[in-house]
């Protein structure tokens, strides 16, 4: 899988929109971005993913530049459960039998 | 209810020790997955296993094995726990049709 580059962390204040940036130089084109987020002492789960389109849910909306160099997490108004540690990874859509690689992430702090 | 549950979830165990790590899935995902996570760092992956009859090595499997007994269920072990083997322990599972991986709650594993 292509590498990711995140901030190491991120400060939002409480019920503002947040930007979680990840750059990815070297994205294939059949690579999904995923993004998953870690909770203090929980797992990670899922937040979403997309490939070309925006794609929005009811945790986040995932914007992707044009040439998918990069993409963007946005959090459209931070509670202070939204802090945790995010994850942005690429995934081929091929990729079968390999499982996901988790970097180091942003660890985002949300101020009351 | 929970996907995934892990148990123990805490454990302190001596140097030496042979301790098992328990898994349990309950929507019938064909992959599981084992993360070691060291305190401010990502997640590693330590074995994983597409079906019953299929376990993979991670980057960090020296010192560990697994078992996967059942679809829905994935053990692992430390044969011989040492100190450095202190972490926060992961199992996650996914379907082999979509890529998003559901994560237990975490075993906090000490050796002393």
Sequence with gaps: ????????????????????????????????????????????EYVIHGLTSNVNNRMASLAIAEDRKSSTLILHRATLRDAAVYYCILRAWNSGNTPLVFGKGTRLSVIA | DADVTQTPRNRITKTGKRIMLECSQTKGH?????????????????YYSFDVKDINKGEISDGYSVSRQAQAKFSLSL??????????????????????????????????
């Design chain 1, 1 to 44: 899988d292509a590498k990711t580059t995140q901030p190491n962390s991120m400060e939002s204040n409480e019920e503002e929109p947040v930007h979680l940036p990840c750059n990815h130089s070297t994205i294939s084109g059949t690579d999904y971005i995923h993004w998953y987020r870690q909770l203090p002492s929980q797992g990670p």
């Design chain 2, 30 to 46: 064909d992959r599981m997955y084992w993360y070691r996570q060291d305190p401010g760092l990502g997640l590693q992956l330590i």
């Design chain 2, 79 to 112: 044969e011989s726990a040492i100190p450095n083997q202190t972490a926060l322990y992961f199992c996650a599972a996914s379907g082999a049709s979509t890529d998003t991986q559901y994560f237990g709650p975490g075993t906090r594993l000490t050796v002393l």
